[in-house]
């Protein structure tokens, strides 16, 4: 027997309990993992609490990522002992998830845990770290460089845009963070390498068609009204790297900074990245992520406690990285 979070639908609310369950339970997978840690992302919280509508069968044990050690496996790639790290392919939404002391998973959709990690950092990094990689890698892939000019990352206290700060600073970008939290979160996303913080309000006007260039790249993760003023800021022949919708998935946007600036839109998708994608951007946060990043914007919780972080991550109130140990 071991620990698990269930969520159940009772009238239409989605409540979270901890229960033991035995291995027959467990969904099919020819992988079977011993889980260390889960960590808990946006979509985790819109599962959990019933916020979003994630997650369409139940009973279902949310964490959309996991790393972990390999138990049994029925797939020659895998042996019992290896290490493996888990983002992504409907995991926690549709077949039971990281938030359970063991895991029953397909071994496609494992990567080996990349040498540089163990599983407390690879989850630290986490479905959020790993999409900022990929962020951070499409504005590579449109030729934006460091010496272009700055960086706008939105979001930035949040675990994707904590984590695209920190890549882009060791990069050499001159990197800007709008937070909704300036007093609060400033000083640690200076820590992590941005170079000025920019107060949310200033994006929440209504942005006029174009406005005055700023910006030579920009990782958003809010969507909606904030991602039409960057839209409308980017210099001629930037690129947007947009991958979230903390702030509402509409985006009250004209055709202009397409039509007359050559911007460029690049829609991010973790959850179906191709394996080859996922396992150079996961070798690429080992060669950048700093060792300082994995001692300031993490809190380690326990399995209990991610129903109470779970409303926090949903009001905005997480800061980084929140990791579950199982
Ligand atoms: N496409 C993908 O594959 C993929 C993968 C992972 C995540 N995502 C999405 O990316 C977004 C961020 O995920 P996350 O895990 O980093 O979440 P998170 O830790 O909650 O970060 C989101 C951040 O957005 C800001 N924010 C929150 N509510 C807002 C609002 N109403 N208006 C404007 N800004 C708001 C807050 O930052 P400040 O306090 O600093 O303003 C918050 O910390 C989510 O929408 C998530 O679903 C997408």
Redesign the pocket.
């Known amino acids: 027997m071991f620990n698990a979070l269930i969520l159940n639908q009772e009238e239409k609310r989605t409540i979270a309990s901890i229960e033991q369950i035995d291995e027959a339970q467990l969904p099919e997978g020819d992988v079977l993992i011993d889980v260390d840690y889960s960590s808990l992302?946006?979509?985790d919280g819109l599962a959990i609490t019933g916020k979003g509508k994630i997650i369409r069968n139940f009973p279902m044990v949310p964490g959309i990522d996991l790393a972990g050690t390999v138990v049994d496996s029925k797939d020659a790639r895998y042996q019992a002992g290896d290490k493996v790290v888990l983002t992504g392919w409907g995991v926690g939404e549709n077949h039971w998830g990281g938030m359970a002391q063991r895991a029953s998973l397909k071994a496609d959709w494992l990567v080996p845990l990349p040498q540089g990690l163990d599983s407390k950092k690879a989850m630290m990094v986490g479905?959020?770290g790993f999409?900022a990689m990929l962020c951070v890698q499409a504005l590579l892939d449109a030729g934006i460089k460091p010496e272009d000019g700055e960086i706008l990352v939105t979001?930035?206290?949040?675990?994707?845009?904590s984590v695209a700060v920190t890549l882009l600073a060791e990069l050499g970008y001159t990197v800007a963070a709008?937070?909704?939290?300036v007093e609060q979160?400033g000083p640690l996303l200076e820590k992590l390498g941005a170079s000025r913080i920019i107060d949310?309000v200033e994006f929440e006007e209504p942005a006029r068609p174009l406005e005055k260039q700023i910006w030579a790249g920009a990782v958003d993760?809010?969507g909606s009204k904030?991602l039409a003023k960057v839209l409308a800021q980017m210099d001629y022949n930037s690129a947007v790297a947009a991958?979230?919708?903390?702030?509402g998935f509409d985006l009250p946007t004209t055709v202009m900074p397409f039509i007359l600036r050559n911007v460029r839109l690049q829609g991010?998708?973790?959850?179906m990245c191709p394996t080859e994608k996922r396992i150079a951007a996961w070798e690429k946060l080992v060669e950048l992520l700093p060792d300082s990043y994995f001692e300031q914007a993490c809190t380690e919780v326990e399995l209990a406690e991610a129903p109470k972080y779970a409303e926090d991550?949903t009001n905005?109130q997480?800061t980084g990285r929140v990791v579950i140990k199982l």
């Open positions: 992302n946006y979509k479905t959020a999409t979001g930035a206290s949040g675990g994707v845009g709008v937070t909704g939290r979160n949310r993760t809010v904030v991958c979230g919708l903390a702030g991010v998708d973790s959850v991550i905005g997480v």
